[in-house]
C-alpha cells in the first residue's frame, strides 16, 4: 500500500510570507499528526486531526494552524514566516484508535531567509 | 507532566560492538505507550516497536531487544552486534491519553555512528 505522501519536500520562503503544507495518509488512516524537528528543539509535536477535527494542538503559537478534509489529507499552514521556522516539519499517519506506531512521511524541509 | 530523556547524545562504536540507547519518561498516567523510532540518513523515521504500560516483558527482535522497567520508568534499547547500517539516530517517544486521542511526545533523539 501507498506511503505517506508529504509535498513539497523542499521549500525556501522568504520572511514574512506564508506557506501551506501537504500530507496524504495512509489509505484507511483517520489521524494525521504534524510535528516540527529542528537540530536544536528535536521533533515537537505540532497537532493531530481525526475526523476532520483537532483533537490535539502541542505549544505553537497561531500561525501555526492545520486541517484535515474528509478523505484524510491534512495540511498545514504557517503565516507571518519568522527565521525560526525553517524546520523540517513531519507527517505522521495512525488509524487513530488505541494507539498503534506512527507511519511517517518524508517530511517538507522548510528554509525561510 | 509527559516527559521523554534520551541522555546520550551521540554514541560511537565500532562494528560488532553491542549497545543500548537509554529512555527514560515521566508520565502521571497509568495507561500509556512507548515507542522507539529510528530515522537514517535519509530522513525518514520508521517504527520500531510499541510498548503498553501493563507489559513489562522484554522483547528480542533479531539483533534488537528492548528492556521495560516500570520501576525507574526506563524504556531502554540494545542493539547487538551492531552493523553499520545501524547508523541512525534513534528516538524514544511516550503516548498519553488527552482529549480522546493520545498524544505522543518524542526525546531529543541518540545519534548511533557504526563504524566499520
Known amino acids: 500500500k501507498a506511503g505517506v505522501t508529504q509535498t513539497p519536500r523542499y521549500l525556501i520562503k522568504t520572511r514574512g510570507q506564508q506557506v501551506t503544507l501537504s500530507c496524504s495518509p495512509i489509505s484507511g488512516h483517520r489521524s494525521v499528526s504534524w510535528y516540527q524537528q529542528t537540530p536544536g528543539q528535536g521533533l515537537q509535536f505540532l497537532f493531530e486531526y481525526f475526523s476532520e477535527t483537532q483533537r490535539n494542538k502541542g505549544n505553537f503559537p497561531g500561525r501555526f494552524s492545520g486541517r484535515q478534509f474528509s478523505n484524510s489529507r491534512s495540511e498545514m499552514n504557517v503565516s507571518t514566516l519568522e527565521l525560526g521556522d525553517s524546520a523540517l516539519y513531519l507527517c505522521?499517519?495512525?488509524?487513530?484508535?488505541?494507539?498503534?506506531?506512527?507511519?511517517f512521511g518524508s517530511g517538507t524541509r522548510l528554509t525561510v531567509v | 507532566a509527559q516527559k521523554v530523556t534520551q541522555a546520550q547524545t551521540e554514541i560511537s562504536v565500532v562494528e560488532k560492538e553491542d549497545v543500548t540507547l537509554d529512555c527514560v519518561y515521566e508520565?502521571?498516567?497509568?495507561?500509556?505507550?512507548l515507542f522507539w523510532y529510528k530515522q537514517p540518513p535519509s530522513g525518514e523515521l520508521v517504527f520500531l516497536i510499541r510498548?503498553?504500560?501493563?507489559?513489562?516483558q522484554n522483547e528480542i527482535s533479531g539483533r534488537y531487544s528492548w528492556n521495560f522497567q516500570k520501576s525507574t520508568s526506563s524504556f531502554n534499547f540494545t542493539i547487538t552486534a551492531s552493523q553499520v547500517v545501524d547508523s541512525a539516530v534513534y528516538f524514544c517517544?511516550?503516548?498519553?491519553?488527552?482529549?480522546?486521542?493520545?498524544?505522543?511526545?518524542f526525546g531529543a533523539g541518540t545519534r548511533l555512528f557504526v563504524k566499520a
Open positions: 517517544a511516550l503516548s498519553e491519553p488527552n482529549t480522546g486521542g493520545f498524544k505522543t511526545i
Open positions: 505522521a499517519s495512525s488509524t487513530g484508535q488505541g494507539v498503534d506506531g506512527y507511519t
Open positions: 510498548r503498553n504500560s501493563f507489559d513489562e
Open positions: 508520565t502521571r498516567d497509568t495507561t500509556y505507550y
